[in-house]
């Protein structure tokens, strides 16, 4: 008992979050993250590093099969819960530790699952007619390829048939696979799927939607586009996929600071600091610049402005920048390998929270 | 006190090298994540537990599969880089002592980091899952980069040892430190020890863009194996880069035994120290600088060590 506790307890200490966003509250996503933050937890990467599922907001149905997959997914021990108020943040993850540490209550959860993996929902583009949704990305029972119903010998391990090929940008025959990005997806816009034809691991075609809330935000959920927070969440998002955790928390850490001081000269200073480092970083330069790309898919210059707006802008900003409009999208992204598509959508200036509230929720 | 040779001790002081290893590992993973918690805004004492509250929580935490996953090349992937690193300790001696002074020593550990290609691509391939796939196809890239730069630079200190025997290379750094006349193939070795870990800048193969890339569907003691790994292999590589270039177990005060683990976690932390300032490198930038301007470098290196050797004999 006393081994089994002590264990208990050191795995919880060093917990780890999936954190899933609903358009219009970004500010309660970030009480999240400064509570994880406090208490040592992290985010997860993916709903197999997860030991608990945290949905900010209140979703509409749409949300509700894409969440339950992904809560699917999560090994044990687990425990899942919704923050629908920034304020309720720290309550939250308190109650997620007493459950994630419940020795007894994850047992019972883990005799009641069955030990099969679940077949997942099909992911190709002209799936997305039916109802339900897509789940996390990394789902492999999302990879169906081309159907083709005349191909009855065709060999199904497991049920679903070998990607087909086809010919690429450069002519080469490449494995065609279907790869829905999101809902649920770490330093990804809040519910925008993104439905790429990938081949190889070059995008072919996308197809952009954003999923909606079940109702409007409260206000003062959300962080207002275009102020100060909101310039350095997008930063500390950039930061993060360009794989700087140091300078990605430090930025999320000012943003959290603006938030609760918006006019502190300690944070200005800070701020200050910040920028002259990430300016002085030639290999994220190196890393992360665009080459030859039209203005506003260089993800190095929309990050260095991002960081400037926050600066610029001590009080609330007259304009906020001008926004990517969904249909943009996948032109932006098409001929674009995969990982350099979750680097440009976050640089592209996309509120999804602006676009749920308009209603031009699909291109 | 430098000794002029390595003896060979029996295989039976494996599990003993074993432990050096994942000791001298575990320290460098609670240093990392000591820093860490200094960014968090935390106090830098709560990092130090943090690798052991990663460990617990993986132990209890269940594995998992995928449909349809390659289980068997899947788990080989999964525990392979942890062999691997043990593997390439077996020819580094600790102080006097070594498992094995094979006669094509550095051979044999530059054989160790390319059996680590297959093994990261192994662990993308065996789970059946888009992510993981592709993360696995970019380590091979990045691997493309770096494999001939590393196998140039570990060609430097044989050149000027005049010998492939990991003994030799130590007895010939006598009187001064390879790193000092081949401090190129020294950096050059550095990054590719770095990058063959799949570890801090050089992580392309599991990072956040790849939502987790090769990790994304492990979980349980088959993601802690991949994460020891890592660790593993970067401590491996130090260790070997300590006795390649900076002298092994020579040094003043202590015992050659203890001056090696010393060396090793000095190198071992500046790694860590500068990773914290490094974004993440894209193997497809990396492809370029590597064969363009990194290749060249480290070629010229071993010519200026081939005239001095000439010179000298």
Request: glycine share 10%; with cysteine.
């Amino acid at each position: 008992m006393g081994l089994n506790d002590l264990l208990a307890r050191s795995a919880v200490a060093r917990a780890s979050v999936l954190v899933v966003e609903v358009p219009g509250w970004s500010r309660a996503r970030c009480a999240v993250e400064a509570g994880m933050r406090r208490r040592g937890w992290r985010p997860a990467l993916s709903p197999a590093d997860a030991d608990a599922l945290v949905v900010v907001g209140e979703a509409a149905e749409r949300w509700r099969a894409a969440v339950d997959l992904v809560w699917e997914q999560l090994p044990g021990p687990r425990a899942r819960a919704t923050v629908t108020a920034a304020v309720d943040a720290a309550a939250t993850l308190d109650g997620l530790h007493a459950e994630l540490a419940d020795d007894t209550r994850q047992r019972r959860d883990a005799a009641a699952r069955s030990t099969e993996p679940a077949m997942g929902t099909q992911a190709g583009v002209n799936a997305q007619a039916q109802d339900g949704d897509r789940g996390e990305d990394s789902d492999p029972d999302m990879d169906p390829g081309d159907m083709h119903p005349g191909d009855m010998d065709m060999p199904m391990p497991g049920g679903i048939p070998l990607a087909g090929g086809a010919e690429d940008r450069d002519g080469l025959q490449m494995d065609v696979l279907h790869v829905p990005l999101g809902p649920v997806l770490p330093a990804w816009p809040a519910g925008l799927v993104l439905r790429c034809t990938v081949s190889g691991d070059v995008v072919t075609q996308a197809e952009a939607e954003v999923l909606p809330a079940a109702g409007p935000a409260p206000l003062g959920e959300g962080l207002i586009h275009g102020s100060p927070p909101e310039r350095l969440d997008r930063a500390a998002r950039l930061l993060l996929l360009a794989g700087w955790g140091d300078a990605a928390v430090a930025a999320a850490r000012l943003r959290d600071e603006l938030l609760d001081a918006p006019d502190s000269t300690a944070g200005v200073r800070a701020l200050d600091r910040l920028i002259r480092r990430v300016g002085r970083s030639r290999s994220l330069r190196w890393s992360i610049a665009g080459r030859g790309h039209a203005s506003g898919a260089d993800a190095y210059a929309q990050l260095l402005e991002a960081l400037r707006g926050a600066r610029a802008a001590p009080a609330r900003s007259s304009t906020p920048p001008a926004l990517t409009p969904l249909d943009r999208l996948p032109e932006l992204v098409a001929g674009r390998q995969l990982s350099s598509v979750r680097l440009l959508v976050a640089a592209a200036e996309l509120d999804t929270a602006t676009l749920v509230r308009a209603g031009t929720v699909h291109p | 006190m430098t000794e002029p040779t390595v003896t060979q001790v029996s295989a039976a002081w494996a599990p003993f090298a074993a432990a050096v290893l994942l000791g001298v590992a575990a320290a460098g993973a609670m240093l990392d994540r000591a820093l860490a918690a200094r960014t968090d805004g935390r106090p830098w004492q709560s990092g130090l537990t943090t690798p052991w509250g990663e460990t617990a929580r993986l132990l209890r935490q269940r594995r998992r599969t995928t449909l349809v996953a390659d289980v068997p090349l899947w788990r080989i992937g999964g525990a392979g880089l942890l062999v691997v690193a043990m593997l390439m300790v077996v020819v580094i001696p600790l102080g006097r002592w070594t498992i094995d002074d094979l006669p094509v020593g550095i051979a044999w550990f530059n054989a160790m980091d390319v059996i680590v290609w297959a093994v990261v691509w192994l662990a993308g391939w065996g789970a059946n899952s888009a992510h993981s796939l592709m993360a696995g196809y970019r380590f091979l890239a990045q691997a493309l980069a770096y494999e001939l730069p590393l196998m140039f630079a570990l060609t430097a200190p044989t050149v000027g040892a005049g010998s492939l025997r990991v003994g030799d290379v130590v007895a010939a750094q006598h009187g001064l430190w390879f790193v000092v006349w081949m401090p190129v193939a020294f950096l050059v070795y550095c990054a590719a020890v770095v990058a063959f870990s799949v570890w801090g800048p050089f992580a392309a193969a599991s990072g956040v863009p790849e939502a987790g890339g090769v990790l994304a569907e492990l979980s349980g003691i088959d993601r802690w194996l991949v994460l020891a790994g890592r660790w593993a292999l970067l401590t491996a590589g130090a260790a070997f880069g300590t006795t390649l270039f900076l002298g092994g177990g020579a040094g003043p005060l202590l015992p050659g035994w203890l001056w090696v683990p010393v060396k090793t976690t000095a190198l071992l932390a500046a790694f860590i120290v500068l990773r914290r300032r490094t974004p993440t490198v894209r193997p497809e930038r990396f492809i370029e600088i590597a064969w363009l301007v990194v290749l060249p470098l480290v070629l010229l290196q071993v010519l200026v060590v081939s005239i001095v050797v000439v010179g000298r004999s």
